[in-house]
């Protein structure tokens, strides 16, 4: 099981790959500044609709970054019989870091082929918009949509067993959607919320009956 | 001008208040795993819609860790004439770091006279629903709406001058906010694109007209 957290040991982080903090000295209207930030990779995010049973195929997985915004370290320890892994579980949409060379979408379908087992054309892809997260990083995250049938799914999805992923593949009715926009006891990020209101807008008309 | 932006320098960062990065080692279902994430502040975010004049009240000002992530450094310099601040102007919600003690009820209504300027009932602040970074920080970002009138401007707004900022009051009509979502070319964090589609399935339809 994804959530069977155990062992668990917090440190200090000093030579991360993925999180390297900088500090930036800069002038604004002739004023001495200075700012902390790191460098993250950007990503990409994929909104997928499965049009034969009209399900959002989203991914749960174990988020360490939650689970440890969530529980209480001691002495670098987490007592996981008071804080269960539960506590680090998210609902997502199908998303990969841009660390690879290749065009955004072409990293979109592998990533939709990894986690979810859909096998799609990149012609297929519709891209939504770009954000960014704004304090911390800069990153860009750019969002698709995408529209699949049962025939495309071709393997499980859940992730590289090489590199370690565990996701479970989560199919969410689109009735139940407005209801899981809203609700707090599960932890989500917005990308997620904003892609479900724009298909509500944009799309819901061609699939709700 | 906030974006008149000279003499940047970039160096690593060890020692930041802001950005603390930890490495979390556990066991998932028996399997060894390390993940570096950071603890950064949870936040709070106010949509705020100006009923007199059915505009939304906006703020506007330069992030560095957006410029930074726009630019080339070279050198642990960036080049202000080929790399100008404007770079790094996005357009945000009202928001605040969750770092000072009190109810965060509390503290989204100072944010709102510090930087927009007006003096907001706490009881007339709506909480919408909350989110969580999932990959780096696992911070919680509450959302908020709050309605205003002309006559609850109070201030100028702008920020703290004894804290250097430098935010600009924007005003958004109603009748633009559809386009101005999706558009690419101002950089914009998620929640404000999902705050204004709660508001559009949710709100506007008391005012458009």
């Not at 680090?88 to 592998?110: H, N, P, R, W, Y």
């Not at 049962?150 to 989560?170: Q, R």
């Not at 006891?185 to 892609?195: D, E, G, R, T, W």
């Amino acid at each position: 099981m994804a959530d069977n957290i155990a062992d668990v040991r917090v440190l200090p982080c000093t030579d991360s790959k993925y999180i390297r903090p900088f500090r930036i000295h800069y002038k604004q209207d002739g004023i001495d500044k200075t700012w902390d930030y790191m460098k993250v990779y950007n990503s990409v995010i994929i909104l997928i609709f499965n049009v034969t049973r009209k399900v959002f195929i989203m991914v749960k997985q174990f988020r360490p970054a939650v689970y440890a915004a969530r529980v209480e370290v001691e002495n670098g320890r987490i007592d996981t019989t008071k804080f269960p892994g539960s506590l680090g579980m998210t609902f997502e949409l199908c998303a990969g870091l841009v660390d690879k060379s290749g065009s955004i979408e072409q990293l979109a379908k592998q990533e939709i082929l990894e986690e979810c087992g859909y096998d799609v054309k990149v012609e297929c892809l519709e891209r939504i918009t770009s954000t960014r997260n704004v304090g911390t990083s800069g990153s860009l995250q750019t969002l698709y949509y995408v529209e699949v049938t049962d025939e495309m799914k071709v393997a499980a999805g859940g992730g590289l067993t090489e590199e370690g992923e565990m996701i479970e593949v989560i199919e969410l009715p689109l009735k139940d959607t407005k209801h899981f926009i809203m609700d707090e006891s599960i932890p989500k990020p917005p990308n997620l919320q904003f892609a479900f209101m724009w298909f509500y807008a944009n799309k819901a008309k061609n699939h709700e009956n």
